[in-house]
């Protein structure tokens, strides 16, 4: 398949003008699949009333079938046909969140497709913070499920290029806006339990939302492993580098032993780090994610970082961890996926 591509600037004045999404939406109306971009990573849209389009996202990332994808409006009437009823509590997330990071599980109306819900009697809507992916949904007029797009397993894409890398050749276009904001998924947040519960950290953070609506549980099921996650992604290996990677919780000069000891053992070492920390170490890829001392940097370098030790063909990865507080829980969660869950702790 040829993959088109259009470039596009998300700063346009007239977000009604945008010839190019009006090609791309045409071929989302005609149950292709289309990459875009989203103030969080870029994602992979497909009409999601449509069995058909839904299943080429599937095939296109070798992504499980088990694990359902978030449906993306542009505008809230969208809803109505997506979901049988949305509580007050939910009515004040939007009112508060919309267009933003926040996915909220809701009870599912009948036409949305199997393939986007796995079966499931929820369905997961948000409306991004992104003028072209709003575009792009609003002259396609469908609502556009859409997971990351990546090859299923792979660091998140947060630049057109991560997604050319992975998915060229097997969807019919590429939208490129340029690079995402947020840098990790929106936040999943299940609103059909008594008390509203986090499915997988994200882009808004716990106490964000707890100033809004109250008390906010966390699923279990991210914390500890033995209990089956409801949000059936979280049970994946995701997000990963090609060399296996090792999130340590110790000091610099600890992580810069772990580094030597590998490489006397002739092996090539990558370290992931921050700014502030870049200059600390010896290896093989000193790679840094932002600054330490604002996590919201680290958020958006995140999965440029981790797909940039690929490029520099190291053969281990030791990795900073970061406090788990705020958007720090989403860093941690992905990093810590990313690494299959190998945690040194020094
Ligand atoms: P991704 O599409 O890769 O950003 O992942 C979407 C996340 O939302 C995955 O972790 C899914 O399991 C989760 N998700 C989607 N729909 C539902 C749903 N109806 N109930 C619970 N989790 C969901
Ligand atoms: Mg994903």
Redesign the pocket.
């Known amino acids: 398949m040829n993959t088109k591509l259009w470039v596009v600037d998300k700063d346009v004045e007239n977000k009604n003008s945008y010839p190019q999404i009006e090609e791309a939406a045409v071929l989302l109306r005609q149950k292709e699949v289309i990459a875009f971009p989203t103030e969080?990573?870029y994602?992979l849209g497909a009409d999601a009333t449509s069995d058909e389009a839904v299943a080429k996202i599937f095939e296109a990332k070798g992504?499980p079938n088990d694990?359902?994808?978030?449906v993306h409006i542009a505008k809230l009437e969208q809803l109505n046909h997506l979901v049988s009823a949305v509580s007050p509590v939910a009515q004040q997330l939007i009112k508060h969140f919309w267009p933003g990071p926040l996915?909220l599980?809701l009870p599912?109306k009948d036409g949305v497709s199997e393939k986007?819900?796995?079966g499931?009697?929820?369905?997961?809507v948000r409306m991004p913070d992104h003028p072209v992916a709003l575009a792009l949904i609003a002259q396609a007029n469908v609502s556009v499920a859409?997971?990351?797009a990546n090859r299923s397993g792979r660091p998140?894409p947060t630049l057109a290029s991560h997604v050319y890398e992975d998915l060229n050749g097997k969807i019919a276009g590429i939208v490129d806006g340029g690079a995402t904001g947020v840098g990790v998924?929106?936040t999943?947040l299940?609103c059909t339990s008594d008390i509203p519960t986090i499915?997988?950290p994200g882009g808004v953070t716990k106490e964000q939302l707890e100033e809004v609506i109250g008390q906010v549980m966390i699923d279990p099921g991210l914390e500890n492993e033995t209990e089956k996650?409801?949000?059936?992604?979280?049970k994946y290996t995701?997000y990963a580098p090609k060399a296996p990677l090792t999130v340590v919780e110790g000091t610099r000069s600890y992580i810069q032993q772990l580094a030597k000891e590998k490489q006397a053992e002739g092996l090539k070492v990558g370290v992931l780090t921050t700014e502030e920390n870049h200059s600390f170490y010896q290896a093989d890829a000193v790679l840094s994610c932002g600054k330490r001392s604002e996590p919201a940097t680290v958020a958006a370098k995140l999965y440029e970082a981790l797909r940039a030790f690929d490029a520099a063909g190291v053969d281990v990865i030791y990795s900073e961890s970061f406090p788990k507080e705020g958007i720090g829980i989403a860093i941690m969660n992905r990093l810590i996926k990313a690494a299959g869950h190998q945690i040194i702790v020094e």
Do not use: C, F
Not at 67 to 70: H, R
Not at 120 to 124: D, F, H, P
């Open positions: 969080t990573v994602g992504r694990n359902p994808l978030i996915t599980v599912k986007v819900t796995a499931l009697e929820t369905v997961a859409a997971p990351s998140s998924e929106s999943v299940d499915l997988r996650p409801k949000s059936p992604g979280m995701h």
